[in-house]
């Protein structure tokens, strides 16, 4: 990433980034500007040696305040795929399972991917809709332990999906989308599941590609097209498709008996996008639902604390369970989300504290609400 001299002037005599980032806050050797300055040396070496190259959750708060517009997740990417080749490598979360199971998706192998739909509603082998499930199958059986079903999220939109009269697309060959192997500095293993999704797409005949993930709906949104030109379909956020279309379809909700509920922006799909509203406008289709913010809402939101399932160390458990107190602090029982990451390190976070909040998935909470009527065929 090649930064102008106008950025790199402004930026040694600033200090935004580091006073805005959650990491900098709880690891003091970590900064955004003095890593730049770093970069800026005769030799990089002693940057591409650091720790600090992983810490980075690239949540994007220093970019967004950023006086200079420098992209500095996209400067952490960078440097990340030089550091990996230099034999600096991040430490895996959870043994590193799920680099594991991403890397075994870069082969020709057998996935049951799809079981979870043949009992939660009607799918098809090609058509107009894609539904990109992500790493949801795996992200189930790996954090059972914590009484987490992120298959459920699946089955909800499925349901959404098939009371609209639409039978998505939902296939066995669908790959990681490879964020986290990307974000990671693998930048190998990113292009081979990339290109192994685009074709499994392209052969379904999808016009539409509909994500729940919001580290998914970035990945192609973003990074596909910059490593392998326009892509032959549109890419679409659920939350984005849903306020679309949900109304006209004739869907209705009973009314919420939760009591007071508050948001969580993921950082992909809020600072990352700009998606701020739409999630919430899915919440206001059910009736008397009590939405409170938190008081870093938006694009302040605090970060869940960890990224691509690495380095979550002490500082990342710090920060969810401050976001945990937040949430309890504003009256809700209900903090409700739009990314599976979210649910679960918030919801891992609780573990061996007193602290007692239900972490739920935005469109289980809706789907649970639905009405009887059938809605529209499309």
Not at 226 to 248: A, C
Not at 257 to 277: E, F, H, I, S
Not at 283 to 292: A, F, H, I, K, M
Request: charged share 25%; with cysteine.
């Amino acid at each position: 990433m090649q930064l102008t001299r106008k950025q790199i002037d402004y930026c040694m005599e600033c200090g935004v980034c580091t006073g805005s980032c959650p990491i900098s806050r709880e690891l003091p050797t970590f900064s955004p500007r003095q890593m730049i300055k770093r970069s800026l040396m005769k030799s990089d070496v002693d940057l591409l040696q650091s720790r600090e190259l992983w810490a980075c959750l690239s949540c994007a708060r220093c970019s967004e305040r950023c006086p200079a517009e420098i992209d500095f997740p996209e400067f952490i990417r960078s440097y990340r795929e030089k550091a990996r080749k230099a034999g600096n490598l991040p430490l895996e979360s959870h043994h590193g399972i799920l680099q594991f199971i991403s890397s075994l998706q870069t082969h020709d192998l057998k996935q049951q991917r799809i079981e979870w739909a043949e009992g939660a509603g009607a799918f098809q082998e090609s058509g107009e809709y894609f539904y990109f499930v992500g790493c949801l199958p795996y992200f189930d059986v790996t954090f059972n332990y914590l009484g987490l079903a992120p298959l459920d999220t699946a089955k909800s939109i499925l349901t959404l999906l098939n009371r609209m009269g639409i039978e998505p697309v939902i296939s066995n060959d669908e790959r990681c989308c490879g964020h986290d192997a990307l974000w990671s500095g693998n930048e190998s293993v990113f292009r081979k599941l990339a290109e192994r999704n685009i074709e499994v797409i392209k052969s379904s005949g999808a016009k539409t590609v509909l994500f729940s993930c919001p580290e998914g709906y970035v990945t192609f949104k973003n990074y596909y097209p910059k490593y392998f030109g326009e892509l032959p379909f549109e890419v679409l956020h659920m939350s984005e498709f849903l306020t679309r279309e949900i109304e006209s379809a004739g869907l209705s909700f009973q009314p919420s008996l939760n009591g007071a509920v508050t948001y969580q922006d993921p950082c992909r799909l809020g600072r990352w996008t700009g998606n701020y509203d739409l999630p919430r406008q899915l919440l206001q289709l059910v009736p008397e639902t009590q939405l409170v913010e938190m008081e870093r809402n938006r694009e302040n939101a605090l970060c869940c604390g960890t990224s691509a399932w690495m380095e979550c160390v002490g500082c990342s458990k710090v920060m969810q369970v401050e976001r945990l107190q937040e949430a309890i602090q504003t009256g809700a029982k209900t903090l409700i989300t739009a990314c599976p990451k979210c649910q679960i390190h918030l919801t891992c976070a609780q573990r061996g504290t007193e602290l007692d909040l239900q972490v739920t998935d935005l469109y289980t909470y809706i789907a649970e609400r639905l009405n009887g009527d059938k809605g529209k065929n499309k």
